[in-house]
Every structure is written in C-alpha cells, then in structure tokens.
C-alpha cells in the first residue's frame, strides 16, 4: 500500500465550478501534511499548509481529519490558471527538517 | 531573492557514463534534500544532508549513486555508469534550519532533467 494515497484524475472542471481532491495517507504518526501544486515539467511549488483545524487562502480550502487519516482539498471558482497536478504531502514530524512523502498527485485541467 | 538552483537543467548521457548534478540551497538555508520524479510518477526522496554530513539516505540506491554537500560549495548529486532506467527529473530542495514543532517545509528547484541513452 502506498504511504500517501491520490485519485490521479485527470479532472477536466468548467471554469467557475468547485473542484475537490481527497488524499488518504498510512502512517497514523504523520504529524505535517501539505498540498503543492506542479505544473507541467515543473517543480512542486507549496500552494499551503494543512492545519488540524482546517484552513483556507482565498479560492483554496484545505482539512485534515487525523481520525480516518484523509485530507482534502477544495477549489472554488476556479480558473484557467488553476491548470496543474495537485500533490499531498505528508511529513511523520512537526519539525520542518525532515523528508516529505508525495502522493502521485492528482491531474486538474479547468475548461474554458 | 534567488531561489534554490540546480543546474545542468539538462543533461544527456549515454549508459556507461557519470552524471553530476548541482544545486545551490535558498539563501539562508542549510539543508538540503533530493527527489526523483520518473516519468508519470510522484517525487521520491533520496537523500537529506546538512553542511558536510548526510543525515537521512534511506532513499538512495545502494550502488551507482551518492550526494554530497561539502562545506564551501553546492551540493552533488552523482550518479556513475548510469543506466536508462536512471532517465528522471531529479529535484534538489531545501529548507532552513528549524529547531522547534514548525510547518515551515521545503522549496524546490526547477530540477535536472537526466536522459539516458
């Protein structure tokens, strides 16, 4: 079973329309999780944080429910620009010095 | 305000040959990690170090490859007599040091993209 799990889509989306990513992850001792995005031959560049409490930055909401160890992600009003292959990202510590552990991630392409 | 640098941006070898591969941390920044990406796949790690010391290689194949990160300079991903299942895009990031519970994470360079022949 793969440490960090993801639907790799694609998900073809209408410009405007509410897109959510769900990501299961299998070692109950992870303690950080992250979301990247990657566009096409690109790096991974953070997009934001995953916080117990849930949290959102703009159009982007993200939660965490450590019980069922599932993560997720929620696009709204999206656009063009949101085009990319979205990664879950799992670290075992809270301390920033320490591997990251990557889902195959989940290909998103917003149609126009 | 550079960012992490990595560079030959690519690189083509034939089966046989070495392949080094550079890349400088974010200012501020002393640790550094490698990831593998292999064509429709996710990032893998490699390899953690620190200034002259390798902290965490669980990630790294036993033979061919090694990384280091020396006191002055970038640090160097080699890979000797490589083969084509080595074709990869290979990721340094880099963090800075963090002594306390944080969600502070690492930033990734443009990556090397390694071809085999």
């Known amino acids: 079973r793969k440490e960090v799990e993801q639907d790799p889509g694609p998900f073809n989306v209408p410009e405007g329309a509410t897109v959510a990513f769900n990501c299961t992850y299998s070692?109950?001792?992870?303690?950080?999780f992250f979301w990247y995005r990657q566009d096409c031959r690109k790096e991974p560049k953070l997009l934001m944080s995953?916080?117990?409490s849930g949290n959102e930055d703009g159009r982007f909401t993200a939660q965490l429910n450590r019980a069922s160890q599932y993560i997720s992600l929620l696009i709204r009003d999206s656009k063009l620009s949101d085009s990319a292959t979205y990664l879950c990202v799992v670290r075992r510590s809270n301390f920033g010095n320490e591997k990251l552990t990557f889902g195959t991630g989940t290909r998103l392409t917003i149609i126009p | 305000n550079a960012g992490v640098m990595q560079n030959p941006r690519h690189l083509v070898r034939r089966r046989g040959q070495e392949a080094r591969l550079r890349c400088s941390p974010m200012?501020?920044?002393?640790?550094v990690y490698w990831y593998r990406q292999l064509p429709e796949e996710g990032l893998k790690f490699m390899v953690y170090?620190?200034?002259?010391?390798?902290?965490?290689e669980s990630g790294m194949p036993k033979e061919r490859f090694s990384a280091e990160f020396p006191k002055e300079g970038p640090s160097i991903l080699r890979i000797q007599q490589v083969v084509r299942g080595d074709s990869a895009a290979y990721f340094c990031?880099?963090?800075?040091?963090?002594?306390?519970?944080?969600?502070?994470?690492?930033?990734f360079g443009p990556g090397t993209r390694l071809l085999v022949l």
């Open positions: 995953v916080y117990s």
């Open positions: 990031a880099s963090s800075p040091r963090v002594d306390r519970p944080s969600q502070e994470t690492q930033y």
């Open positions: 200012k501020g920044h002393s640790h």
């Open positions: 170090l620190q200034k002259e010391n390798i902290i965490d």
């Open positions: 070692n109950s001792a992870s303690q950080s």
